[in-house]
């Protein structure tokens, strides 16, 4: 089992940052790919970024890249979403996601999940 637990969302205005955590507890982070999704209001959960297991690889969502940043600390069991530039259609309940093997887009490949940040962003 893998407990996620997400922080760091909040309140911003568009063009600002903010920075979501997931701490991991449980099975042996390493093992484990991450991903962050989000679920805009009244919408599907989508994908926004993954991380391979060695932090070597970073998968982005189109809408993201260049903007958004993953990264994990496997001494810290922490991963990180450092947000910048920020836009009103970033707003969305932010989740945390863990999956054994390599990183994936789809959540249905995601095992383990947190309960999810609210991020909302104003124009």
């Known amino acids: 089992q893998v407990q996620l637990v997400e922080s760091g969302g909040g309140l911003v205005q568009a063009g600002g940052s903010l920075r979501l955590s997931c701490a991991a507890s449980?099975?042996?982070?390493?093992?484990?790919?991450m991903g962050w999704f989000r679920q805009p209001p009244g919408k599907e959960r989508e994908f926004v970024a993954a991380?391979?297991?060695?932090?070597?690889?970073?998968y982005y969502a189109d809408s993201v890249k260049g903007r958004f940043t993953i990264s994990r600390d496997n001494a810290k069991n922490t991963m990180i979403l450092q947000m910048n530039s920020l836009k009103p259609e970033d707003t969305a309940v932010y989740y945390c996601?863990?999956?054994?093997?390599?990183?994936?887009?789809?959540?249905?490949?995601?095992?383990?999940w947190g309960q999810g940040t609210q991020v909302t962003v104003s124009s």
């Open positions: 991380i391979r297991w060695s932090g070597g690889s970073t």
């Open positions: 996601a863990a999956r054994y093997g390599g990183a994936a887009s789809s959540s249905d490949e995601y095992r383990y």
């Open positions: 449980g099975r042996t982070f390493t093992w484990y790919a």
